[in-house]
């Protein structure tokens, strides 16, 4: 069965930093090619903000230059350095995998897996 797992979140003061990783297990490295996080602000849609695939890194204009996203050699980790965190940041975040064809890379339709979250608060 395939897991995605989650780390990393918490709370963090306005301008800080935080490192989420997930870690991906029964999954297939060419599903793992494909790997992206997403968040979900309360009353919100869920968004993707970051993808990593054998091409590189693509980022939501939201997040550009301020997140970072990387995978290890193995792509059984993807991480998400997340800085200059600001309020508007305050979401679940969620590690998702492996491209489902027809939809574009930030709709949640087009990823396969998903994890459970890891709650990100950014405070004032």
């Known amino acids: 069965q395939v897991q995605l797992v989650e780390s990393g979140g918490g709370s963090v003061q306005v301008g800080g930093s935080l490192n989420l990783s997930c870690t991906a297990s029964?999954?297939?490295?060419?599903?793992?090619?494909?790997m992206a996080w997403f968040r979900q602000a309360p009353g919100k849609e869920r968004e993707g903000i970051a993808l990593?695939?054998?091409?590189?890194?693509v980022y939501a204009a939201s997040v550009r230059g301020r997140f970072s996203i990387s995978r290890d050699k193995a792509k059984t980790t993807v991480s998400l350095l997340m800085n200059s965190l600001t309020s508007e940041d305050t979401a679940m975040y969620y590690c998702?995998?492996?491209?489902?064809?027809?939809?574009?890379?930030?709709?949640?339709?087009?990823?396969?897996?998903w994890g459970q979250g890891t709650q990100v608060t950014v405070f004032s």
């Open positions: 998702a995998a492996d491209r489902v064809l027809g939809g574009s890379w930030y709709l949640p339709t087009s990823l396969r897996y």
């Open positions: 029964s999954i297939s490295t060419s599903s793992t090619n494909y």
């Open positions: 990593i695939t054998g091409a590189g890194p």
